[in-house]
């Protein structure tokens, strides 16, 4: 049973690019969690998602960024005109049911030039 | 508002010493208590987790952790480290019936010296 898989592992932007980062959940799961590491920071929670539906989107900053997590396919993570705040590790998870145990991915490296 | 702190930056052992990072948090209610690791470029590994009972929690490679609720803290332990236990290490916390919506600590970056 593969673990969650995100990709790419590592994405370098210039500024006003777009980045599109990629989270595939483990197999059975239908909760996803995107989670943000800055440098030497911990993990802060940004969206939760389960099939077509955003459940609670309150870690999200209000511009630019946006998430989905489609019936059929991975769920995207979107940054639309990135800047240099935005480098940070992002970080994928999912759990089976809403309490379940969490799974994370390894992170996809987002770097704004 | 609701935080978790973990006061160490860095922590230092010897190898075959006991070992612990501290966690303590600031949330209203009942919360649930977690622990996870980050070995380098990867992601979180799940160690253990506290929702009720026995306050002393046993998880995963020998790592246990002690919730404590009129100090709340819920500090990790092991009783004797190994070198491969080096990794940063993560205390977070969620609230009932709040789903995965987790709370982290700074993180605390565990050195074992051989």
């Known amino acids: 049973n593969a673990g969650v898989m995100q990709n790419p592992r590592h994405l370098v932007r210039r500024r006003g690019q777009e980045a599109r980062l990629r989270c595939s959940p483990m197999?059975?799961?239908?909760?996803v969690y995107w989670y943000r590491q800055l440098p030497e920071e911990g993990l802060k929670f940004m969206v939760y998602l389960q099939k077509e539906n955003i459940i609670d989107e309150s870690g999200m900053p209000k511009e630019r960024f946006s998430a989905e997590f489609p019936k059929e396919g991975p769920s995207i993570l979107r940054i639309q005109q990135v800047v240099r705040g935005d480098s940070a590790a992002y970080f994928c998870a999912s759990s089976p049911n809403q309490d379940g145990e969490l799974f994370f991915g390894e992170g996809s490296r987002l770097t704004v030039l | 508002a609701q935080s978790v702190a973990q006061p160490e930056d860095q922590v230092n052992v010897a190898e075959g010493n006991p070992l612990t990072v501290k966690c303590t948090y600031s949330v209203s209610g009942n919360p649930y208590l977690f622990w996870y690791v980050q070995y380098p470029n990867r992601g979180l590994q799940f160690l253990l987790k506290y929702i009720t009972g026995d306050n002393l929690v046993k998880g995963s490679y020998g790592f246990e952790a002690e919730f404590n609720k009129s100090q709340t803290s819920f500090h990790l332990k092991k009783p004797s480290a190994l070198v491969s236990d080096s990794a940063l290490y993560f205390c977070?916390?969620?609230?009932?019936?709040?789903?995965?919506?987790?709370?982290f600590g700074a993180g605390t970056r565990l050195a074992v010296h051989p």
């Open positions: 977070a916390v969620s609230l009932p019936g709040g789903y995965n919506k987790l709370i």
């Open positions: 197999k059975g799961h239908s909760h």
